[in-house]
């Protein structure tokens, strides 16, 4: 019963930041970036600044935050420690992405980007974010998968670009969401395979 309680928390903790952050996307969008408060987007959605902070870290994170980007690095990461392999997790990541139902979220993406597009801080904890990415997968890849280092590394950079790109394709109406990764993830395949 508590897990069920603690997962219903969670949900509605999860709800509630991205409400948060596609309102704060709006306004930063409507009068830039520069010009709006934490204060104001704490009135804005009668969230605390306190919790703001505790929940986003900083304003930066108020538009670089992404539940589902969570949701399915956690997935990720179950997978890599499970004994997948790094390109097979996100295979297996990408088939459960949703085909339909994500345009609530397409102009929030788009806004995001062209956000990020403008602004260093936001470049930069975009940044940040992609390391930090990195580094999960590799540190869960340790403990399961003998190949060297820089082997593991190169393959995790490519998936996370492939990511990258699967997202624009979307964002540009190339397909759904998942197809655009599938197609993405599916060109790393294409690579020959080392002879060694």
């Given amino acids: 019963m508590a897990s069920l309680l603690a997962q219903a928390r969670d949900r509605e903790r999860i709800r509630v930041m991205r409400a948060v ?12 970036y520069d010009h709006v408060t934490v204060e104001e987007v704490a009135e804005a959605t009668g969230v605390s600044v306190a919790t703001l902070y505790r929940r986003f ?9 992404q539940p589902d980007e969570q949701t399915a690095m956690a997935a990720l ?32 993406a788009r806004t995001r980007l062209r956000l990020i597009a403008g602004h260093a801080s936001l470049q930069a904890t975009a940044r940040e974010k992609a390391e930090s990415f990195v580094t999960a997968v590799l540190e869960a890849s340790d403990a399961v998968d003998q190949r060297p280092l820089l082997e593991r590394e190169t393959e995790t950079r490519c998936v996370a670009a492939a990511f990258d790109a699967g997202t624009h394709a979307w964002l540009r109406g190339e397909g759904s969401l998942r197809g655009c990764t599938l197609r993405a993830l599916g060109l790393l395949r294409l690579l020959p395979p080392d002879p060694g």
């Fill in 21 to 32: 952050s596609v309102t704060a996307v709006g306004l930063f969008d409507e009068r830039g």
């Fill in 57 to 65: 870290g900083t304003k930066e994170n108020l538009v670089c935050w």
């Fill in 77 to 108: 990461l179950s997978a890599i420690l499970a004994g997948r392999s790094i390109a097979g997790a996100a295979m297996d990541v990408a088939q459960r992405l949703p085909d339909d139902a994500l345009e609530a979220i397409e102009d929030t």
